[in-house]
């Protein structure tokens, strides 16, 4: 197989798919572009498709990021995904192209950018967390990719109350999860304000002029973030613990990452948001697709 330089990689979630064409080195070439994403597999597929032959005379091979998890040779997603079209588990990407299809879950995407080039750079035990809709994890040991048997690790669907608060979409009560999301802000908002309207926009406006509904919702859901980051801390001992997502630009890493330390029982870590944001999918796809075919090591 030639020499892979140029990568068109996606980035596919519940709510969009992005794409740009990526280099070897992990450069974005030109701009990413974003689509909202289609409500049917068939039609996330063609979409995938059309986008694939309009690119694929200037690129090498095509990489995936994407919500779901993903089997350990990287070529499908193998359960179904909550917020993406019924029946997308069933998508065959590998016959989108006729190029290499390299697909990869979306955290092991991300942690695998922030490695490479991004700000876990030099460090070889990293922990990342993603603050979306829900919590992507992606974690490194000793330099390589911890996916579990079925590439399957990093989830955050285990209880940490046992009041039966909230419902988790897993289908279980009070997970780590449906308190430190994006999701879980938003919660936190309409309990706050007293108000099911509210929002983490809310949240987030009102801590600008320093509301107090808005300081209290927004202490209390930066406080369950801290919790989870002293969890995954004390699991894996890393050197890092990065923050990612939109939600991610609001923490306070210093008070975060002081807290967080001299509460866990493990070795001191450092606190920082990641480099990419919403990019990192599309740049650790295409990184880890690239590496695929030289020493790319998963646990």
């Known amino acids: ?9 996606f980035d596919i979630g519940g709510t ?20 909202a994403t289609p409500a049917t597999k068939e ?3 063609a979409f995938l498709k059309s986008i694939i032959q309009t690119y694929e005379a200037e690129v090498d091979a095509i990489a995936v990021s994407t919500a779901g998890t993903v089997d350990k040779k990287n070529t499908r997603v193998t359960a179904p995904v909550g917020n993406m ?13 006729s190029k290499k299809v390299y ?5 092991n995407a991300a942690v695998w950018a922030e490695y490479k080039v991004g700000n876990a750079q030099g460090k070889d035990n990293i922990v990342m967390l993603t603050l979306g809709t829900g919590v992507g994890v992606g974690i490194i040991i000793d330099g390589r990719l911890l ?27 009070d997970c780590l999860e449906i308190h430190m999301s994006g999701r879980a ?11 099911d309207n509210a929002t983490s926009y809310d949240v987030i406006a009102g801590l600008k002029e320093n509301k107090p509904q808005a300081v209290e919702a927004f202490n209390h859901w930066q406080n369950m973030v801290k919790d989870g980051v002293v969890i ?30 001299a509460e866990i029982v493990t070795t001191p870590f450092e606190l920082k948001e990641a480099a990419f944001e919403n990019n990192a999918g599309i740049i650790g796809a295409a990184l880890r697709c690239v590496e695929s075919d030289k020493t790319c090591s998963v646990i």
Request: hydrophobic content about 40%; proline content about 3%.
């Open 232 to 261: 995954f801390a004390d699991i894996f001992d890393p050197d890092i613990i990065l923050l990612g997502g939109s939600m991610a630009h609001f923490i306070d890493y210093d008070k975060v990452g002081k807290e967080a330390n």
């Open 85 to 97: 079209p019924d029946g997308y588990e069933t998508t065959d990407f590998q016959s989108l192209c």
């Open 1 to 9: 197989m030639a020499e892979i330089k140029k990568v068109l990689a």
């Open 147 to 173: 996916t579990g048997k079925n590439g399957a690790a990093g989830e955050v669907h285990f209880p940490i109350r046992q009041d039966k608060k909230r419902r988790c979409k897993c289908g279980r009560y």
């Open 16 to 35: 969009k798919i992005a794409y740009a064409v990526v280099d070897a080195a992990g450069n974005i070439c030109g701009d990413v572009v974003k689509n």
């Open 185 to 195: 802000l938003n919660l936190d908002a309409k309990e706050f304000y007293k108000d």
């Open 43 to 45: 039609a996330v597929y």
């Open 103 to 107: 697909v990869e879950n979306d955290a």
